[in-house]
């Protein structure tokens, strides 16, 4: 439910923030001549996108990266219409509109390119189940590779570094026979003889502070937790409840060259989920 609500305040934050410079744009737009006019639409379009993509796939701020890059194509709109008064165009003009589609269309790919050319892997998952207000219901999943940690005796979580939260993550995946993976390292950038990893956000982390002096050695081993941005998956009202009673759940996850990924689909009691 955490999760929600930051998404929520995200995306309205971003709004209201939107607002508030076209507003402040409007209210000073008279006493600024045509060049400046031009300077400040384009670093405020330049400069919204640049900060959501760097907190989108940089730091790994998934919600709110996305909130960001929303206000920039709501910026890049007003700055269409904007521009176009500039130049005496008629603000009905219906080419404007095609002008924001144009601009915007590029998102859409960006978005959905490790789907096209990423490589599918398939997660164990278990499902819980809130409800958006906003938008409806909503899967929250958690993963195999939600916790990571390193435990004695057989199957071992190998962890290159130590991790605080927020740091950026990358994780080794080893393929199983039926396409589930398995984790072989964790570290703070990928190896060069890792064939195929995911990246994400340390959300959790019990890893000692580097700066406080340690009496005596833990206890338990260190573990991690860790969003890779495909924690929710949205189905229509009154779906949630239904998939949380479901005995198995895997989910279809494409991740890119990078260890970016992306959810495409779920697969549930062994059939595909249909959304009806």
Do not use: C
Not at 141 to 153: C, F, H, K, Q, V
Not at 243 to 257: E, N
Not at 259 to 269: M, N
């Amino acid at each position: 439910m955490q999760g929600n609500l930051i998404s929520t305040l995200a995306v309205l934050g971003a709004v209201l923030f939107g607002l508030g410079v076209l507003l402040f744009i409007g209210a000073n737009w008279q006493e600024l001549n045509r060049w400046g006019k031009l300077t400040l639409l384009f670093a405020g379009m330049l400069g919204t996108y640049g900060a959501g993509w760097w907190l989108r796939f940089v730091r790994d701020y998934h919600r709110l990266g996305t909130a960001v890059i929303f206000l920039g194509a709501v910026v890049y709109g007003a700055s269409v219409f904007l521009i176009a008064q500039i130049y005496r165009v008629r603000a009905g003009e219906p080419s404007l509109l095609l002008y924001w589609f144009l601009g915007v269309a590029p998102l859409a790919y960006i978005k959905e390119s490790p789907v096209r050319t990423g490589r599918e892997v398939v997660l164990q998952a278990s499902p819980i189940d809130p409800r958006d207000p906003f938008r409806g219901d909503y899967v929250v999943l958690r993963y195999t590779i939600t916790n990571l940690a390193e435990t004695p005796g057989g199957y071992t979580t190998v962890f290159y570094d130590q991790f605080s939260v927020g740091d950026t993550v990358y994780v080794h995946l080893e393929l199983d026979g039926a396409r589930l993976v398995l984790v072989g390292a964790v570290a703070r950038s990928p190896q060069p003889d890792w064939d195929l990893y995911i990246r994400g956000r340390v959300t959790e982390s019990t890893f000692p502070d580097p700066g406080v002096r340690q009496p005596i050695a833990p206890l338990t081993a260190p573990s991690i937790s860790v969003e890779y941005g495909i924690e929710s998956y949205f189905v229509p009202e009154g779906v949630g409840l239904e998939l949380q009673r479901s005995r198995d759940i895997k989910a279809v996850v494409v991740i890119d060259f990078e260890g970016h990924a992306v959810l495409k689909s779920l697969i549930v009691d062994g059939k595909p989920f249909q959304t009806r």
